[in-house]
């Protein structure tokens, strides 16, 4: 398949979550087109159910994908991926990459053989989960928590709003309350948002830990499914598009320009 030079990437999220995906993508690539597409109208995804995202997500990329033609779709979200990318791929006919809890890299960086899986509520109770551990990490502990209000503190700090600092308090301790949490030493940070609230989770932690995640993993899946593509001379301005456009998403904006995505729009 021929692809033109201008044919985009499109990322895909709930949210703004997608950016810690979007960023060391174009480290790699980075004069490729961009298309950010953010869920608006049905954000959070974290907690709603299996049935509502299995349905939800490949309805809206089928019209992302018809009115923008990319080459690639990237599902920068988690919860969406571990239970909507099989749906997705059976419906488009374009590569399709997911973001996988990074359990692998959790487990191979934990010298205490404890870590923790910090996620939406959607995504850590996925058998997925247990599957990814039982792979990598069979002989180690590994704790799981699910916080909803670590995903809005990641938004709101991209809106340039004041933090509350008890979010990412609780948060940790959601995984170090946990019997064996006391050993805990390395994060998985199994959701694209909370990347953007790193610096806050290890401001918030009593002790050093080692946060992982997969932004840069997923930028070299990019890499290597695009090789031989032609890319544009000159970077273009990126598009966020998100389904719902009101003042939270206007309130975004100097954010996503810094992120390179100077024009948005509405799906």
Known sequence: MTVAPQ???????SGVGGLSILAPARALI??????YAADSAGFPYGTKSEAEIAARVPALLGRLVERYRPRLAVIACNTASTIALSHVRAALDIPVVGTVPAIKPAALTSKSRVFGVLGTDATVRQPYVDRLAAEHGADCIMLRHGCAALVQLAEAKLRGEPLDPAIARAALAGLTDQPGGDR???????????????AELAAAASR????????EGIARRIEFLTQGQPWPDVPAPGIAVFTRVDDHVRALAPALARYGLNRIEQL
């Open 7 to 13: 044919a985009p990437i499109l990322f895909f999220d």
């Open 30 to 35: 980075p004069t490729a087109p961009v298309v």
């Open 184 to 198: 805990m030493d390395t994060v998985a940070l199994a959701c694209t948002h909370f990347p953007l609230v790193e």
């Open 208 to 215: 050093p830990l080692t946060f992982v995640h997969g932004g």
